[in-house]
Structure formats: C-alpha cells, structure tokens
C-alpha cells in the first residue's frame, strides 16, 4: 500500500513545471510529505525518488542534511517551536529561553510533550540576528523573545 496518498502525489506533480528539473523537487516534495504525515517514512523517501525519477538515496541525502524533518521514531506534535541559538541569540538570552522552555515543558530539545500538542528543537540560526532571541513557532517568527512571552505564545496554541 502506498504511503503517499493520490492527492499527495498530485500536489508534488504539480510543482514539476515550476522548477527547472525533478530533482529541484525534492526539498518541496519533502516538506509536503512531511506536512502531511508529521514525519518522513524510508517508504515516503522511496516513493518520492519514484516521482522525481531518482535514486532513494539522493532523496535521503537532502532530507539528511536538514534538521527539520523526521523519521517515524520521532513523530512531530501538532506545533512545532525552535529556539534559536546562533551567537547573536545566545549573547541576547536564547540559551536561556532554551533551558526555560524546556523546563516549563519538561522537554529536551527535539522531544515532544506527552500530549503531542508541541515539539521543542533548538536551530542554529533562524535569520533574525537583529531580533535576538528569536523563536520560531510553526512558521512564524518572533524577535526578541522573553521567556514569560514564550510561555504565553505556546499556552495560546490551539489542537
């Protein structure tokens, strides 16, 4: 049975004309899968190199080299919060944000609360080196960041 679902697979298709090759696709297709699934099963990566006529392992190999997607041992919650800890951030109080949040949550970074509402990760740079700390929330981005604002932004998540 396949992984990919026929509208998942259509929706990848239908990013072909936009880029210049198959291959392109791929860090979009795994981002989709992804969304979808809340990981990146070893079948998912197979049939995405299907698709885009390449080998599993070019697929693994891109999605290898980013820290956001996960294997199916390590299943995402429904929100997914980083904490950035690039040198501006930690300078500015991100380690600091890090170890609070994951005391509030009791969490380690890239674990997920029991109730699998949210995944706390830490990454090496966001981009938002003006507004240290920053915190990531899904996609959204927020400069300088307290602690008590970041308590505030995840109790506000909604299910």
Same mark, same amino acid.
């Given at each position: 049975?396949?992984?990919?679902?026929?509208?998942?697979?259509?929706?990848?298709?239908? =990013?072909?004309?936009?880029?210049?090759?198959? @291959?392109?696709? /791929?860090?979009?297709? =795994?981002?989709?899968?992804? !969304?979808?699934?809340?990981?990146?099963?070893?079948? #998912?990566?197979?049939?995405?190199?299907?698709?885009?006529?390449?080998?599993?392992?070019?697929?693994? !190999?891109?999605?290898?080299?980013?820290?956001?997607?996960? *294997?199916? *041992?390590? &299943?995402?919650?429904?929100?997914?919060?980083?904490?950035?800890?690039?040198?501006?951030?930690? =300078?500015? %109080? +991100?380690?600091?944000?890090?170890?609070?949040?994951? %005391? &509030?949550?009791?969490?380690?970074?890239?674990?997920?609360? /029991? *109730? +699998? &509402?949210?995944?706390?990760?830490?990454?090496?740079?966001?981009? #938002?080196?003006?507004?240290?700390?920053?915190?990531?929330?899904?996609? *959204?981005?927020?400069?300088?960041?307290?602690? @008590?604002?970041?308590?505030?932004?995840?109790? %506000?998540? +909604?299910?």
């Amino acid at each position: 049975m396949p992984m990919l679902s026929p509208a998942l697979r259509e929706r990848i298709q239908a =990013l072909f004309p936009r880029y210049p090759n198959k @291959q392109a696709v /791929t860090l979009p297709a =795994l981002h989709m899968v992804q !969304d979808e699934l809340r990981c990146v099963p070893a079948e #998912a990566i197979r049939e995405i190199a299907e698709l885009l006529e390449l080998h599993p392992a070019q697929v693994h !190999d891109t999605l290898s080299f980013y820290g956001f997607f996960r *294997d199916p *041992d390590r &299943k995402l919650g429904q929100h997914r919060v980083w904490v950035c800890r690039s040198l501006p951030c930690m =300078l500015r %109080g +991100g380690e600091e944000l890090l170890a609070h949040l994951c %005391g &509030k949550l009791h969490l380690r970074p890239g674990e997920t609360s /029991t *109730d +699998g &509402k949210v995944t706390l990760e830490f990454a090496e740079c966001l981009g #938002a080196c003006e507004g240290a700390p920053c915190l990531l929330v899904n996609d *959204d981005c927020h400069l300088s960041v307290t602690p @008590q604002q970041a308590e505030e932004m995840i109790a %506000g998540l +909604g299910s």
